[in-house]
C-alpha cells in the first residue's frame, strides 16, 4: 500500500467542504482533476473530484 501523506491547510479545507472530516484521511495521490485520499485507520479509500 502506498503511504499517504498529511493534508496542508488548503487541501484540509478542500476536503471538508466535501463533507468528509480531513483528520483522519491522507493524501495519497493529487492530480489536478481528483485528489485521493486513504482513511488513517480502517484502508478506506476514497477520491474526490475536482471541478
Known amino acids: ?11 484540509s479545507i478542500f476536503i471538508k467542504e466535501n463533507g468528509i472530516n480531513p483528520e483522519n484521511w ?9 485528489m485521493h485520499l486513504v482513511h488513517r485507520y480502517l484502508d478506506k479509500r476514497t477520491r474526490i473530484i475536482r471541478k
Do not use: A
Not at 1 to 11: A, R, T, V, Y
Open 1 to 11: 500500500m502506498k503511504s499517504g501523506k498529511k493534508p496542508n491547510k488548503n487541501q
Open 26 to 34: 491522507l493524501i495519497f495521490k493529487n492530480t489536478s482533476e481528483e
